[in-house]
């Protein structure tokens, strides 16, 4: 897909800043409602909602003349990735670490995505891409650390900190399976045909996830679900706004300035998370939060200037 940037203007910028703010409430949420809810089941409910949602405008995207049946495989790698893996992982690393270290270290999208892009993408890593990737990695593992350098050498990671990297590594293949257009333009050009094509195919791995939380085979949480208006309220949220509404508005961002621009607009969402954590769970910021944040922005403006 390609895109025509234009300037930067006001309304663009408050569109591109909706999707963060999203993005942040959803780990919010996710932390709010985790002895509510299992967090596979979490993922499910939240995908099953939106896909009923969005059903009455792509529903077209569904029938057996559709064009995104002749690229099936893609689609089931994408909602694999995207839908099933990614946003489950999250939801299983906010179970034991916090809304603030999951966005941080989620901020370093980037650097996995400069890997993946040299390993198998056939990408040039240039020194200063490098510099920048250090710089954010070492961001990274001051979260993972606590801001303690010398616990690096007794490490213990939290299990959620695992689950957050192996999700931004799930996310960068992801993105860069995206970078690579092989569907009809009636498929990608329209926002919900695109995302209703990816959930065909993820809610089906996030439903076998789902059974294998229920059953027991998993082994990391406690299947039980407690029905109330918190819970119900919270479902409609990460299914209106971080998987539809935030979709939407970054669609549009992105088609506005281009992919690099926009791509720094997402590095808000652990300054919002760390906000909305002091209101509504009590989880202050550390200072050591500040200074990752500075380092793995740092690492991305670097990696990513010409």
Same mark, same amino acid.
């Given at each position: 897909?390609?895109? @025509?940037? /234009?300037? $930067? ?5 408050? /569109? ?12 919010? =949420? ?9 967090? #596979?089941?979490?993922? +499910? ?5 939106? +896909? ?5 405008? !792509? ?20 909602? #694999? ?6 946003? %489950? #992982?999250?939801?299983? *690393? ?8 999951? &966005?941080?270290?989620? %901020?370093? &999208?980037?650097? +996995?995505?400069?890997? /993946?892009? @040299? ?16 710089? %954010? ?24 900190? =695992?689950?957050?990297?192996? @999700? ?26 695109? $995302? ?7 809610? %089906? ?6 059974? *294998? ?12 679900? =407690? ?6 309220? @919270?479902?409609?949220? =990460? !299914? ?28 808000? &969402?652990?300054? +919002?998370? !760390?906000?909305?954590? *002091?209101?509504?769970?009590?989880? /202050? ?6 200074? *990752? ?14």
């Amino acid at each position: 897909m390609s895109f @025509a940037p /234009l300037a $930067l203007t006001p309304r663009t910028a408050a /569109l591109l800043l909706i999707p963060p703010l999203l993005w942040a409430g959803n780990a919010i =949420v996710g932390r709010l409602v985790h002895e509510l809810i299992p967090p #596979l089941t979490l993922n +499910f409910f939240r995908w099953v909602l939106a +896909f009923v949602l969005l059903l009455p405008i !792509a529903n077209q995207a569904l029938r057996a003349s559709s064009p995104l049946w002749s690229h099936w495989r893609r689609y089931a790698l994408l909602g #694999l990735l995207g839908v099933g893996g990614y946003n %489950s #992982l999250q939801y299983l *690393a906010l179970q034991t670490s916090t809304p603030i270290n999951v &966005t941080l270290v989620a %901020s370093s &999208t980037p650097v +996995f995505m400069l890997v /993946l892009g @040299a390993l198998f993408f056939k990408q040039t890593i240039r020194k200063r891409q490098i510099f920048g990737a250090v710089l %954010s990695i070492a961001g990274v593992l001051l979260v993972l650390c606590r801001g303690q350098w010398q616990a690096l050498t007794q490490v213990q990671l939290v299990l959620g900190d =695992v689950f957050v990297l192996i @999700a931004t590594a799930c996310w960068a293949w992801y993105s860069w399976l995206l970078a690579q257009t092989t569907e009809p333009t009636e498929v990608r050009g329209n926002w919900a045909y695109f $995302l209703m094509a990816q959930m065909a195919f993820g809610l %089906s791995w996030s439903g076998l996830f789902t059974a *294998a939380e229920w059953t027991g085979f998993t082994g990391l949480t406690d299947a039980h679900i =407690v029905w109330g208006w918190p819970l119900v309220a @919270a479902l409609v949220y =990460v !299914a209106v706004g971080p998987a539809l509404l935030a979709y939407r508005c970054w669609g549009l961002g992105v088609q506005r300035v281009g992919p690099n621009i926009a791509g720094f607009f997402a590095n808000l &969402t652990p300054v +919002f998370a !760390a906000t909305m954590s *002091a209101l509504a769970l009590g989880e /202050l910021p550390q200072i050591y939060h500040a200074a *990752a944040f500075v380092m793995i922005i740092g690492g991305i403006v670097v990696s990513s200037r010409k």
